[in-house]
């Protein structure tokens, strides 16, 4: 795997090699790289759990992290994407993890000498988000085949979304989505349900955040009736299977998408898809560099 780009490039057998590496790495079985080696973390968009993330799988690997911020640097005054990248490259650094707000940024990087891994980029995918997302639920249930997952949200506007459902029906889940009409996206085959009638049913709920930033026009509805409509309530808590789980990217709008008294709850894997980001994060930069020699 010489970058990671979309959940689109990996087969079934690479998510599970990634996704048994993090579990042993959770479990303390890892040791730093032997060679040294030097990462830009570019981030065009604000971040914290990703990029936090990133930063301390590197750490815990050995891996140098080349300080940048997109405010204070050339991009101020011009300069593209593809030049601060092979600047980055010319100065020695041995990978790039970029978010970005264009989706596929990545298809200009083709004249790149060193590996991407993508931290997200407009619309589109947020690989390392999934792999994340799978290696908790994977964790809880031991398998993926027949899970029923509902992913409920800003689903047009979501890359988590569009990786996830990309990643879970190939993995054997049933995926149903749950959104406003306006937010909703025709391009992926995926039923669109109501999550009162799901929410019984399904294994996973994962929510997504409104991402207001990217809407571009008024909502037509307030928080609260957002909250009602299409956000984990306390009475479709009570309703959720035994062990069925919660899942949420973060941030998180509290008494938006998921009533905050619910936010730590003993469904709720919020926190835990944090933890594990670090792990399949350290998973994945192993996968690279290993694929360097």
Not at 31 to 58: D, G, Q, V
Not at 77 to 100: F, N, P, Q, W
Not at 112 to 122: F, V
Request: with cysteine; charged share 25%; aromatic share 8%.
């Amino acid at each position: 795997m010489n970058n990671l780009l979309s959940m689109h490039q990996l087969t079934d057998t690479d998510i599970m090699r990634l996704i048994e590496r993090a579990l042993e790495m959770k479990a303390g079985n890892y040791t730093p790289l032997t060679e040294k080696k030097y990462i830009a973390n570019l981030f065009f968009e604000p971040s914290t759990r990703t990029k936090a993330s990133f930063e301390m799988a590197e750490r815990r690997l050995g891996i140098t992290s080349i300080p940048f911020d997109a405010d204070h640097s050339s991009v101020t005054k011009g300069e593209s994407l593809y030049d601060t990248c092979r600047t980055m490259e010319a100065i020695g650094c041995d990978a790039l993890v970029i978010r970005h707000g264009i989706t596929e940024y990545y298809e200009e990087m083709e004249d790149l000498g060193i590996p991407i891994i993508n931290g997200g980029d407009g619309s589109g995918s947020h690989p390392t988000q999934s792999l994340l997302d799978l290696m908790t639920i994977y964790e809880r249930f031991g398998s993926f085949h027949g899970l029923k997952v509902v992913i409920a949200g800003d689903i047009s506007h979501s890359r988590v979304a569009k990786s996830n459902q990309q990643a879970l029906s190939k993995l054997g889940a049933e995926v149903r989505f749950c959104a406003p009409e306006a937010w909703q996206d025709d391009s992926m085959a995926v039923p669109y349900v109501d999550l009162d009638d799901a929410v019984e049913e399904a294994d996973v709920i994962m929510l997504l955040r409104v991402q207001h930033e990217r809407h571009g026009d008024a909502v037509d509805f307030t928080k609260k009736t957002y909250h009602m409509k299409y956000g984990m309530t306390l009475a479709r808590h009570q309703r959720m299977k035994e062990n069925a789980i919660i899942m949420h990217p973060a941030p998180v709008n509290r008494d938006v998408e998921i009533d905050g008294r619910l936010i730590e709850g003993p469904r709720s894997v919020i926190f835990e898809q944090m933890k594990n980001g670090v792990f399949m994060r350290m998973s994945v930069l192993q996968e690279i560099f290993g694929s360097e020699k």
